[in-house]
Nanobody
Framework: QVQLEESGGGVVQPGGSLRLSCAAS????????MGWYRRAPGQQRELVAT???????NYADSVKGRFTISRDNGENTVYLQMNSLKPEDTAVYYC?????????WGKGTLVTVSS
């Protein structure tokens, strides 16, 4: 059974940085697509960034230039480097992976940006 395990969330001051990691286990296939979504309090879940197994990336306009997504195909792991964090980035961040056409989700990790 495929499982996604996130790590790296926490509390950071505005302008600070955090790095999220997510490892997919239980599959011998490389995920075609991996990415991060987030849900802020009272909001719907939204896309943050995705990366394909070929390295193609896609970012939400709100994070372009501040966040960088990357992955290690050999480890089926995806990372999200978040710089210049703003209070509006506060949310639960969810890892996503699409493996052989099936969507998998992590349980989420909380990122709080506050002074």
């Amino acid at each position: 059974q495929v499982q996604l395990e996130e790590s790296g969330g926490g509390v950071v001051q505005p302008g600070g940085s955090l790095r999220l990691s997510c490892a997919a286990s239980g599959s011998r296939f490389i995920a075609y697509l991996m990415g991060w979504y987030r849900r802020a309090p009272g909001q719907q879940r939204e896309l943050v960034a995705t990366v394909t197994d070929g390295g193609g990336t896609n970012y939400a306009d709100s994070v372009k230039g501040r966040f960088t997504i990357s992955r290690d195909n050999g480890e089926n792991t995806v990372y999200l480097q978040m710089n210049s964090l703003k209070p509006e980035d506060t949310a639960v961040y969810y890892c996503h992976a699409k493996i052989l056409g099936t969507d998998y989700w992590g349980k989420g990790t909380l990122v709080t940006v506050s002074s």
